[in-house]
Nanobody, 116 residues
Framework: QVQLVESGGGLVQAGGSLRISCVASGNIFGINVMAWYRQAPGRQRELVASITSERLTTYADSVKGRFTISRDNTKTTLTLQMNSLKPEDTATYYC??????????WGQGTQVTVSS
């Protein structure tokens, strides 16, 4: 089983930057895709960005050019660098890890609040 722990959320003014991280532990062998999702109050959880074990990345249109997802060489730490933050980026951000033939693992979430 994979455990995910996020950190780094907080309060930032619009236009500012924030970096959030997610550390994977447990049975991490075989994790292929890791991703960041977010969920704002009253809205569905949505994909923000994902990265494969080959470091192929995808981004939601709303964050392209502002957010950067990365994984370290051990592939156990996932990071999301968020620049030019907007109030609409306010949400709880969740880390997700996927392995073939396993249910995905989710972190507990970290709150990001962007003030206008």
């Amino acid at each position: 089983q994979v455990q995910l722990v996020e950190s780094g959320g907080g309060l930032v003014q619009a236009g500012g930057s924030l970096r959030i991280s997610c550390v994977a532990s447990g049975n991490i062998f075989g994790i292929n895709v890791m991703a960041w999702y977010r969920q704002a109050p009253g809205r569905q959880r949505e994909l923000v960005a994902s990265i494969t074990s080959e470091r192929l990345t995808t981004y939601a249109d709303s964050v392209k050019g502002r957010f950067t997802i990365s994984r370290d060489n051990t592939k156990t730490t996932l990071t999301l660098q968020m620049n030019s933050l907007k109030p609409e980026d306010t949400a709880t951000y969740y880390c997700k890890a996927e392995k073939i033939n396993h249910l995905p693992a989710w972190g507990q979430g970290t709150q990001v609040t962007v003030s206008s």
